[in-house]
């Protein structure tokens, strides 16, 4: 007996590794040599393409395609028919896997709905991208990105939300109380 539920109509290509208690629903393609970790959560018609790393707990909304060169770390949340790229200057005619840019998403990030991220970029450790947004470079841990091209609008606390300026270089989320302290253009949870 399988570990992991998959829909009927959802097919898992030879050499993928899936954990235990994930669940992929209809019209999904996983193709071969993918690692998704355990208790994730694959929505209708996503494609997970060769070779792509998924960790644990991650959810992937509809209609999303994580093309190789992609990873997501633990916990990483993917929004309704969010889109990554994988190469800067596609072409039909000419092959360009050879030039296929890593992209990662650290632990904990989101990233919303319709939103863009352009290949070779880091979306940092619990960061908040807002739907519909286009990523053009590398988001910091916590940081909240909005708009074309995404600029950087506050920061998010790990519960997810908006953080407030707190005092001196802190900011604090009124809902759980953790408290952050911004250092050299770097938040970081205060210890």
């Known amino acids: 007996m399988s570990k992991y539920f998959v829909h009927e109509s959802s097919y898992i290509d030879d050499g993928s590794k899936i954990g235990e208690g994930t669940k992929i629903w209809h019209f999904s393609h996983i193709m071969s ?100 947004s286009v990523v053009t470079k590398d988001v910091k841990d916590y940081e909240i990105v909005v708009g074309n091209p995404a600029r950087p609008i506050g920061y998010a606390c790990e519960c997810g939300e908006r953080l407030k300026k707190y005092q001196n270089n802190e900011y604090k989320c009124e809902i759980c109380g953790k408290i952050y302290k911004l250092e050299d253009e770097f938040l970081r949870e205060k210890e």
Do not use: H, M
Not at 94 to 116: C, F, H, P, R, W
């Open 33 to 132: 040599n993918c690692e998704i970790g355990k208790n994730c959560n694959i929505g209708q018609n996503v494609v997970i393409s060769p070779g792509v790393k998924i960790g644990d707990s991650v959810k992937i909304q509809n209609n999303v395609s994580v093309y190789t060169g992609v990873e997501c770390e633990e916990g990483v949340f993917l929004g309704p028919s969010c889109v990554f790229t994988n190469v800067i200057n596609p072409r039909s005619l000419i092959e360009k896997k050879d030039q296929y840019k890593k992209t990662l998403l650290k632990k904990g990030a989101s990233v919303g709905a319709n939103a863009t991220i352009i290949c070779g970029n880091t979306i940092g450790r619990f960061a908040l991208i807002g739907a519909g």
